[in-house]
């Protein structure tokens, strides 16, 4: 069981050292540098929260909900409007395909399974760049 958490811990690591890791790091600086990427992301997430708190509810203020509905699609058209964010979301969709690529790995090798789906492998090691040659 030792080597698993061994490899494991190996795989962490050399995730933490991918482009794709540095570049969501590097992203995520950059916004939050970014003053108005910064906030209207933050004024995104508060209102999300609330909109989440009010969903939980049993009896919910419609009306409120959809000012909230409102608000968070007016921050959400001004976020993609914003460079700095639109490159932290470039970065993180790189960094999730990467993580899925791992994933179809790993469950290629212990079920011996491929994932068709979006991303996952699909057995021609031509068309791919994910697992190094590992199916």
């Not at 050399?14 to 590097?26: Q, T």
């Not at 933050?42 to 909230?68: N, P, S």
């Amino acid at each position: 069981m030792n080597e698993v958490f061994l490899k494991t811990r190996e795989l962490g690591d050399a995730i933490l050292k991918s482009e794709e890791f540095k570049n969501v790091k590097d992203a995520e600086e950059r916004a939050m540098k970014n003053a108005e990427a910064a906030e209207t992301m933050g004024k995104y997430l508060e209102t999300k929260g609330e909109m989440d708190k009010m969903m939980a509810m049993g009896e919910k203020d419609w009306a409120r909900v959809k000012q909230l509905s409102d608000e968070m699609s007016a921050l959400q058209e001004r976020m993609n409007m914003i460079d700095d964010i639109k490159a932290l979301n470039d970065a993180r969709e790189g960094f999730a395909n990467l993580i899925n690529q791992v994933n179809s790995v790993l469950r290629f090798i212990v079920t011996g399974e491929m994932d068709e789906g979006e991303g996952g492998c699909s057995g021609s090691c031509e068309t791919c760049g994910g697992c190094g040659g590992v199916n």
